[in-house]
């Protein structure tokens, strides 16, 4: 199992950007990577996902438009770019690491290795 971390969190204004960046300690083409968010009090919910082999990117309806994930196999780095930053984009941040992408969904049961997470916090 590939071991990840998070980095590029922190605090932004809303309207503003911030990359998150994940790093793998294996070849992205193996796998699917997804990230991931938790709000206090809420459950975790998938954010994107993208394969290793760069098939379709998975996005939630409400970051479409807004964020865009990418990856970079030569550092074996996955990307979330995420602009116009609104309050409800406030949480931690993780990404994860599984066998298979979905187009459609992005269920966390199917991620067996996790980062150990980066805040993000979207205030005035």
């Known amino acids: 199992q590939p071991e990840l971390v998070e980095s590029g969190g922190g605090l932004v204004e809303p309207g503003g950007s911030l990359r998150l960046s994940c790093a793998v300690s294996?070849?992205?083409?193996?796998?699917?990577i997804g990230w991931f968010r938790q709000a206090p009090g809420k459950e975790r919910e998938g954010v994107s996902s993208i394969h290793g082999s760069q098939d379709t990117p998975y996005y939630v309806d409400s970051v479409k438009g807004r964020f865009t994930i990418s990856v970079d196999n030569d550092k074996n780095a996955v990307y979330l770019q995420m602009n116009n930053l609104l309050p409800e984009d406030t949480g931690v941040y993780y990404c994860?690491?599984?066998?298979?992408?979905?187009?459609?969904?992005?269920?966390?049961?199917?991620?067996?290795?996790w980062g150990q997470g980066t805040q993000v916090t979207v205030s005035s």
């Open positions: 994860a690491a599984g066998w298979v992408c979905s187009a459609y969904a992005l269920p966390a049961g199917a991620f067996n290795s």
């Open positions: 294996d070849r992205l083409a193996y796998y699917c």
